[in-house]
């Protein structure tokens, strides 16, 4: 019998991404791609260590996933990111043709839903995925930044 995992399983996956980001002081986002039941790539922010402001951690999924698909395209993949992507972030899953996008937490000012920022129309998006958890860690990271200043 084939299990079949639900959206909260896999972004505490990407979560668990977010930690290791948190762990080398790089803004706590993670990802995970995502096709039929099998995580194909894991990542998070990578900007500090590579000193790379393209190195966010879907960039890098997205990378990862286009390389064990053998193709650019991430038909019938779900990315889970536990922030809602950019707008950078968004013109790469718009080219990249995924099928699906499950965010945590909003980005209320450089998010693409506030930027307006295009998906591939047959992209589907839902976000509050573990919205709560993916919230706190970013509050976390950043009040220890500001502390640390």
Known sequence: MELIYDDVYFMKRAFQEAELAYSKNEVPVGAVIVVDNKIIARAHNLTEMLNDVTAHAEMQAITAAANYLGGKYLHGCT???????CQMCAGALYWSQI????YGARDETRGCIALNSKLHPKTVMVGGVLETEAQEIMRRFFIAKRNLN
Request: hydrophobic residues 45%.
């Open 79 to 85: 990315l889970y990111v536990t922030l809602e992507p």
């Open 99 to 102: 099928s699906r996008i499950v």
